[in-house]
């Protein structure tokens, strides 16, 4: 009794998994059934698959094997001269089957013909069709019967509906079929539009229309003031990069290391003027670079400069001081507010 209640269990268990395994439900791994989808998936023969399998042919019989979506269409032709199953198959004629026509070759198309004298060998259609010829012009019974049964997958010319050139060879590609074909860059997914960074610039090429938009990248390696970006080896050369080494005396600068790498001078610093202002602490004009001048008040150097032209930068002036020896010059410094 204790067995049978055991086998009882197991039937019972392997009865729910098999139902869960058909319907797509159970726990996460379980076998998830995609017949009815429309697409052929792998292991499927059809979707959507056929029912019955009529052809309308008088000389065949019709069975519809397998189910769901394995399910097929076999045709078999009669060969047998039998009366009455509305059949006349080719090694027959109206001696040996009252199906056959009597009258065949009169140019009418009597009862139990399907032509005469017109009647025209059976060709298919395209790739995917297959075509097979009952009966015979001899007879005026020739019928044609046409069925599409290709696969995916498959090099034989044809491209099934529901397959695409993603599984099968023969089917070109097809903008918004949701498959990315060869040739094709995206497909349902295409940009539109292409954002770039501070140091590239992105420009779309190609069409969402017909599947070729793509971005393209282009990196920025040029050294240029004013666009965001600092590229590898600007550093001192794009005011981009931040801190940018002064050039000489009252240059902008923005801490005192700037000053020092531009000047090469330990006394260098960066005074808190307006934009900075890269000067060396002096005693007198010969510790200033170039036409720079030392100012006796703060004993620092200050840019020489044309008090006509007024040639300082925006913030500064040109302005006449004593040196440490009182000759007078002028250099330029902070405007006063």
């Known amino acids: 009794m204790r067995n049978a ?4 269990v197991l039937a019972t268990a392997l009865a729910g998994c098999l139902q869960s395994r058909e319907s797509g439900g159970g726990a996460p ?3 998830v059934n995609k017949c009815g989808n429309g697409v052929v998936d792998l292991g499927e023969l059809c979707d ?4 019955s399998c009529d052809d309308g042919i008088a000389c065949t ?3 519809l094997v397998g189910s769901g979506c394995r399910a097929t269409c076999e045709y078999e032709a009669i060969n047998l001269c039998v009366p009455g199953d509305s059949c006349c198959p080719n090694a027959c004629n109206a001696g040996l089957d009252s199906d056959c026509s009597a009258s065949c070759g009169d140019g009418t198309v009597d009862e139990n013909e399907t032509c005469d004298g017109d009647c025209e060998d059976c060709v298919a259609p395209d790739a995917c069709t297959t075509v097979t010829q009952y009966g015979s012009a ?6 044609c019967a046409y069925s599409s049964g290709a696969q995916c ?5 044809c491209c099934p509906p529901g397959c695409s050139s993603a599984n099968d060879p023969d089917c070109m590609s097809t903008c918004g079929d949701g498959f990315v074909d060869p040739g094709e860059t995206c497909d349902g997914d295409c940009p539109t539009s292409c954002t770039s960074s501070n140091c590239s610039t992105a420009m779309l090429v190609g069409d969402a229309m017909t599947c070729t938009a793509t971005c393209t990248t282009t990196l920025i390696t040029m050294c240029a003031d004013g666009d965001t970006c600092c590229p590898e080896g600007c550093d001192g050369m794009d005011d981009d990069c931040g801190v940018v080494p002064a050039g000489g005396v009252g240059d902008p600068c923005t801490d005192q290391p700037s000053c020092s790498a531009a000047l090469m001078n330990e006394l260098a610093t960066c005074l808190p003027f307006q934009d900075g202002y890269c000067t060396i602490v002096c005693d007198e004009n010969a510790d200033c670079p170039g036409d720079a001048r030392c100012d006796g008040s703060g004993f620092v150097c ?3 400069c044309d008090s006509e032209l007024q040639d300082c930068r925006t913030g500064y002036v040109c302005a006449q001081h004593l040196d440490v020896t009182e000759s007078p010059y002028f250099t330029c410094l902070p405007q006063p507010e």
Do not use: F, K, M, V
Request: charge should be negative; include cysteine; proline fraction near 7%.
């Open 138 to 143: 001899n007879n005026c019974t020739l019928e």
């Open 61 to 63: 019989t019709d069975t």
């Open 5 to 8: 209640t055991l086998l009882l």
């Open 48 to 51: 959507p698959c056929p029912t």
């Open 302 to 304: 200050g840019d020489i």
């Open 153 to 157: 997958g498959l090099a034989d010319g």
């Open 29 to 31: 791994g379980t076998a």
